[in-house]
């Protein structure tokens, strides 16, 4: 399936003024990580909608918060962490063993590859050398198709088939932030896509 320039800008109009920019490289990446049906591109289409606020953002907003500061390792806690609810367990998660690797490995490309681990098999699922140079996911190309790869890597075709957004957002969030604007988006997508 071909996602036309106006089925995107209708489905995120904040996108309007990157919705051509990112249009080519977004049916590549579907094509390319199996995002080839009604289901899949609504569901797709609608986690990268939040995701990026439209297309807006290809990089996390950094404060730090004190969400973010929790990206961070803490050289005064166990590493590794002894129990779930240790300090160190979210950065120990995504793999940011070293100082200052929490902003370094922040939320980029469409669907906010976060930490190290995700930038190490990002970039070598890609061919890219996102350890030395994280940034290259703010590009047009890298953005779409990590997001593409991220999306098939977490096998969220199958949940699209099933029709199963709120395993989706989990899958892809942690949790269910944003929910309830993630389905506002899939509902606009799966009518623009019918």
Request: positive net charge.
């Amino acid at each position: 399936m071909n996602l036309t320039l106006q089925q995107l800008i209708t489905i995120m109009p904040n996108a309007r003024s990157k919705a051509g920019i990112f249009l080519p490289a977004l049916n590549a990446a579907m094509a390319e990580f199996g995002i080839n049906t009604p289901a899949r591109a609504a569901s797709f289409l609608a986690q990268l909608a939040h995701e990026s606020g439209q297309l807006v953002y290809v990089r996390e907003l950094w404060g730090p918060t004190p969400s973010q500061l929790r990206y961070e390792r803490d050289a005064t806690a166990a590493w590794p962490p002894r129990a779930r609810t240790d300090r160190n367990q979210l950065p120990f998660d995504l793999g940011n063993s070293q100082a200052g690797d929490g902003s370094r490995y922040r939320g980029r490309g469409l669907i906010q590859i976060t930490g190290r681990t995700n930038y190490t098999a990002c970039g070598k699922a890609l061919g890219l050398d996102l350890l030395a140079q994280p940034a290259l996911l703010e590009q047009t190309v890298n953005a779409c198709r990590s997001a593409g790869w991220f999306w098939q890597s977490r096998g969220l075709n199958v949940l699209a088939d099933a029709g199963d957004q709120v395993a989706v957002t989990r899958r892809i969030n942690g949790g269910t932030n944003g929910l309830a604007e993630r389905l506002a988006y899939f509902k606009v997508a799966q009518r623009v896509l019918a």
